[in-house]
């Protein structure tokens, strides 16, 4: 049994598709048959069900597939620890990171990609929950997100910096000169919120009361478009303050509220290997100017 033929194996068990499989494997489909075929012969048992129209797998494909991707998982951590002893001049960082997130990191992907310039960086922007189905597939090394409300089953979260939701406006607002806003004062203007499951509108709804009424008269699951709406109207919107980090044309009020704290976290899956590539880029984020005088030494 060849690793190759584990991951011919596992490609086509996850398309159910030979055509499919070929294609992203960059072989012929009979190259990949052949394969598929050795291994079921060494095997001694048929993996999948083919006919004309579609490919399922047998009650013994079932039961391999989970191994052959642990089994893949752990030759791709070999590859990775040799890499990390070849001082960082190989390898890929896969970095997951929600929306909100992502005005503090522009100047730590730069930074690092200078320093390390035969890195291959793959950034995944996506809501929470999509990043830590990742993060638990092993698709993403680690996650840049704030702080969950509820800690996640086999996901470690470290503290990088302290951060609270804000009111966000633009500068010429009325609210533009304010120390704080209360909710009841949130309730006088109209409102353009994340979409719900955004980490900043999940917080916010954590917060406010039945009795609450706000005037809701959009709602965005993209945050730049988010404030470039906040930059041309006198509309208000709720994030964490880190979200405007290097923003122009907007301001942060802070809640006046109590519970309104998103702490920035560092998410990993618990007894992980960390790759060195990925301890070089949490440390040049900790010592960026968006974080260096909040940082958490964790790591």
Not at 38 to 54: A, V
Not at 225 to 245: C, D, G, P, Y
Request: aromatic letters at 8%.
């Amino acid at each position: 049994m060849e690793l190759r033929q584990l991951k011919y194996f596992v490609n086509v068990a996850d398309n159910l598709s030979f055509s499919e499989a070929a294609k992203n494997l960059c072989v012929t489909q009979s190259t990949l048959s052949q394969q598929i075929k050795q291994l079921e012969r060494e095997l001694g048992t048929q993996l999948f069900i083919r006919s004309s129209h579609k490919v399922a797998l047998t009650e013994a494909g079932e039961e391999l597939l989970p191994h052959a991707k642990n089994t893949i998982h752990s030759a791709e951590i070999c590859i990775s620890r040799i890499s990390d002893l070849n001082e960082l001049s190989s390898g890929t960082l896969n970095i997951g990171v929600t929306y909100s997130f992502s005005p503090i990191l522009t100047e730590t992907l730069i930074t690092f990609m200078r320093m390390y310039p035969l890195i291959k960086l793959n950034i995944f922007y996506k809501p929470m929950s999509e990043l830590m189905d990742l993060l638990k597939q092993r698709e993403v090394d680690f996650v840049l997100a704030f702080k969950p409300s509820e800690p996640v089953e086999g996901v470690e979260s470290h503290i990088l910096f302290q951060n609270s939701l804000s009111a966000i406006v633009r500068t010429s607002h009325s609210l533009a000169s304010s120390s704080s806003v209360s909710l009841a004062e949130l309730e006088k203007y109209d409102l353009a919120l994340p979409s719900k499951g955004l980490q900043a509108r999940n917080a916010f709804d954590r917060i406010i009361t039945p009795y609450n009424c706000f005037k809701v008269r959009i709602e965005l699951n993209e945050v730049n478009i988010l404030l470039n709406l906040i930059r041309k109207t006198e509309f208000v919107t709720v994030l964490a303050e880190a979200s405007i980090h290097n923003e122009s044309g907007v301001k942060a009020i802070p809640l006046s509220i109590p519970n309104n704290e998103m702490a920035g976290c560092v998410h990993i899956l618990k007894e992980s290997y960390r790759k060195h590539s990925m301890q070089e880029f949490i440390r040049l984020l900790s010592e960026s100017i968006a974080v260096k005088e909040r940082q958490n030494a964790w790591i």
